[in-house]
């Protein structure tokens, strides 16, 4: 079987896998599952750019997957009346005096020459600076948490069209990674690893507790969509006819109307992003990368800035990743900083790109779908496996009971035999780089 | 005696809570810097490793409260963390058998290995959340402290109360027991001194005619009961939650890399630098100062630098100070 052929068929199995969804269960949780496995197709191609081309091992996705929903906020839900003139200002100029103490602080690194003088001042220069953040800070976000704080309590965004908010994502979580790069990007593979973890973990429990950004666990509802809703089709009678021409029920057509608009947008990004990753692959820069992850000394000796190359792609990648989680966010219509995992929204993606094949878009792409649908089913497939494997037991019997309670924690348990086996018997991935 | 009082409200909730917590984290990260020592990647399934040992501890524990069994002041737990240290030991073992053996053989790169523990991680945590579920669980029974805050208060009389509980007191003196025993152990005896010569130098080692299964069969048996004794101390301490474990695994990381990976003795001073900064800047001041300063200076605010949700970012931060000024962290560890 030619490679092509083979790719085709590994594609149309997961397309097929998807309309089985549909004609079994419902045609709604069949399309519910390709959106989101199109989301994760897209952060797949984030942390294949990083890894399969860069080689560089970012544990971080979930929080530029989670910057990216933060964007959506900031840029699409409706302002809070009231809030930039109470505290949003302070806020702002607070930021700014904290991030002016650090560039203080780095100045004074690099002019004055090293010794105690320069360690003192250094420590004033912290201190001092934290102290008046804090001091301009603390009372402007106490005024804006005391609007409203049962439905706002919040600056509230912008009211500009959602889909702005995608790039507007892609373009915080680039913000946020270039600032994690120049720190982190020197660092030996696994420490980059444990650095990234860090960050994710500090953007969600910033996210979390700063209230008068995005209300924190108190959560952002509401959110514009892109696409018309639900109950306006079903209300609309030129929608109803047109329904029931095709022999659908109106609500259930509308859900369907809905899901598939949100299918097109996403597909269409992905295909841009898709083809603009091919691109660059096959482009010059994306030989160099590969030179680089294949061997950077050689690759330093032949001239090419490895440090900067590093930092270009990592915020390339990440800034995939925001736009993707600006997608997730607009699709759930709401911010849940509580529901962030590393397990769900890090690791999840890098089984993706592994089964997938590191280094090949396509893969990615394939394993991304291909490892959501198996998230999805395997919690029925778990539950039915349970009460076949019980169906001999006493009923009551608190064995049986248990292990029908725990089939919903057999996903984890399949992700990582998938993950174990696919690195042990097919460790290049189901679509091999070239 | 307004100095005094200051004292005693800092150890109460500052120095003692940071001992106990620090030991705790020491324990995690010898565990990692064990397996980086000799198997020469960083084990992503540590904290899952910790939980399953925890795991085991908890349900001999249930199983010996149903008896009957107790050690009167002293946690049950103490009784089934032998119990639990040979089954995750157990279960390292079969799982290096099955998966870490092949990548060792084929001499694949660390990085791979972090992934294939990534990998583990993901199976463990499914199999500690499929046998005990994702909940929160209480395993702790005894006398729950050694000094509680009002009888220090009687004995001193003093305004501030000084509480000690039981578990904190047994994780110092269990987790010395096993540093005494570690060090022990890779001073003293023949194992221990291979384990170090195979850390120290792969192929000199090999050459003197050190059996590498032997030393990673051994690495991984001391990982185990590290673990678990890490994991069963915790959960005494804190609470028995699957998901904790895993957000452990960053200051455990933190504390290893800070001291120095693959250095024993760095993981220690890392796990309590890594506690200390934590608690000091997570606290509220304003009880101490108050103390301590001149009513004119008295704070009017809680004096808390960061609220206590943010103590992942300390971790952190220091992490990244070290490695920025000193790449190979306070002790020097190494660099594979």
New interface residues.
């Given amino acids: 079987m030619s490679e092509p052929v083979k790719n085709t068929l590994l594609f149309l199995l997961v397309g097929g896998l998807i309309l089985l969804t549909g004609f079994m269960q419902s045609w709604n949780s069949a399309i519910l599952i390709l959106n989101m496995g199109l989301i994760s197709a897209i952060m797949a191609i984030g942390v294949n750019l990083q890894w399969g081309f860069a080689?560089l091992?970012n544990v971080g996705v979930m929080g530029f997957v989670a910057l990216g929903g933060l964007a959506v906020v900031l840029v699409a839900a409706a302002p809070t009346a009231g809030a930039w003139g109470a505290g949003g200002i302070g806020i702002v100029l607070a930021l700014l005096m904290g991030a002016a103490t650090v560039v203080a602080a780095v100045f004074v690194t690099k002019k004055m020459p090293k010794g105690r003088t320069r360690m003192l001042v250094l420590i004033a220069i912290m201190i001092g600076g934290?102290f008046l953040y804090r001091g301009v800070f603390?009372p402007n976000v106490a005024a804006v948490e005391a609007i409203n704080p049962a439905a706002a309590g919040n600056i509230g965004g912008l009211s500009l069209p959602v889909l702005l908010a995608w790039p507007a994502g892609g373009l915080l979580a680039a913000g946020a990674a270039w600032l994690i790069g120049k720190?982190?990007l020197g660092?030996?593979?696994?420490?980059l690893?444990?650095?990234t973890?860090?960050?994710a973990?500090?953007i969600i429990?910033v996210l979390?507790?700063e209230d008068w950004l995005a209300r924190g666990v108190k959560n952002v509802i509401g959110l514009p969509r892109p696409v018309p809703y639900e109950i306006d089709l079903q209300n609309d009678p030129s929608f109803v006819e047109r329904a029931s021409g095709l022999g659908l029920d109106p609500v259930t057509a509308s859900t369907l109307y809905v899901k598939l608009g949100y299918s097109v947008l996403f597909l269409i990004v992905l295909l841009v992003l898709l083809w603009m990753a091919q691109m660059a692959l096959k482009s010059p820069w994306g030989r160099m990368m590969r030179a680089i992850r294949d061997n950077e000394v050689a690759a330093e000796a032949m001239g090419k800035d490895v440090t900067r190359r590093h930092l270009q792609i990592f915020v390339l990648g990440s800034a995939i990743c925001g736009i993707a989680g600006a997608m997730m966010t607009t699709l759930d219509g709401q911010l849940t900083p509580g529901t962030y995992q590393?397990?769900r929204f890090t690791?999840l993606i890098?089984?993706m790109v592994?089964v997938g094949g590191s280094g090949n878009n396509f893969g990615a792409v394939l394993g991304a779908m291909l490892i959501w649908f198996l998230w999805v089913q395997v919690e029925p497939i778990g539950l039915w496996l349970m009460q076949v494997i019980t169906s001999g037991m006493a009923d009551g019997s608190a064995l049986k009971e248990h292990l029908i309670?725990?089939a919903a924690?057999?996903?984890?348990?399949?992700?990582?035999?998938v993950?174990?086996l696919v690195?042990?018997f097919s460790?290049r991935g189901l679509i091999p780089e070239h | 005696m307004d100095f005094l009082n200051a004292i005693v409200a800092l150890s109460n909730f500052v120095l003692v809570p940071a001992i106990a917590y620090g030991s705790q984290l020491a324990l995690g990260a010898l565990g990692v810097t064990l397996i980086y020592g000799i198997l020469r990647f960083s084990n992503f399934a540590h904290g899952d490793t910790m939980a399953f040992g925890a795991m085991i501890a908890v349900l001999v524990t249930w199983w010996l409260q149903s008896m009957g069994v107790g050690l009167g002041p002293l946690p049950t737990a103490l009784l089934a963390l032998p119990v639990a240290i040979l089954g995750c030991m157990a279960l390292v073992l079969i799982t290096d058998r099955l998966v870490y053996h092949f990548y060792r053989e084929q001499k694949a790169k660390p990085v791979i290995l972090v992934i294939v523990s990534m990998g583990v991680m993901f199976i463990m945590n499914g199999l500690v959340r499929f046998i005990i579920g994702p909940n929160d669980q209480r395993f702790a029974d005894g006398e729950r402290f050694l000094i509680s805050a009002r009888d220090f208060k009687e004995m001193t009389g003093l305004r501030e109360g000084l509480a000690i509980k039981t578990t904190q007191g047994l994780t110092v003196v269990v987790a010395v027991i096993a540093v005494a025993l570690l060090f022990w152990f890779l001073n003293k005896t023949r194992t221990g001194k291979s384990m170090r010569a195979y850390s120290d130098n792969e192929d000199l080692a090999l050459l003197s005619g050190i059996n590498p299964e032997r030393v990673v069969m051994y690495t991984w048996l001391i990982v185990a009961a590290l673990a678990t004794t890490a994991g069963v101390l915790y959960g005494l301490d804190k609470s028995f939650k699957p998901f904790v474990y895993f957000q452990l695994l960053l200051p455990i990381f933190a504390s290893a890399i800070v001291g120095g990976l693959g250095n024993p003795l760095g993981a220690i001073a890392g796990g309590f630098i890594i506690a200390f900064s934590e608690v000091t800047i997570t606290y509220a001041w304003k009880k101490v100062l108050t103390y301590v300063l001149p009513d004119a200076l008295a704070p009017s605010g809680l004096v808390q630098l960061l609220s206590t949700d943010y103590k992942f970012a300390v971790s952190f931060v220091i992490l990244l100070i070290v490695l920025l000024y000193k790449p190979t962290g306070l002790f020097k560890g190494k660099a594979v």
């Fill in positions: 080689g091992f934290f603390d720190t982190a660092l030996r593979s696994d420490y690893a444990i650095a973890l860090g960050i973990e500090i429990a979390k507790n590393p397990l690791f890098w089984v592994i309670d725990s924690h057999m996903r984890l348990l399949t992700m990582g035999l993950l174990l690195l042990r460790p």
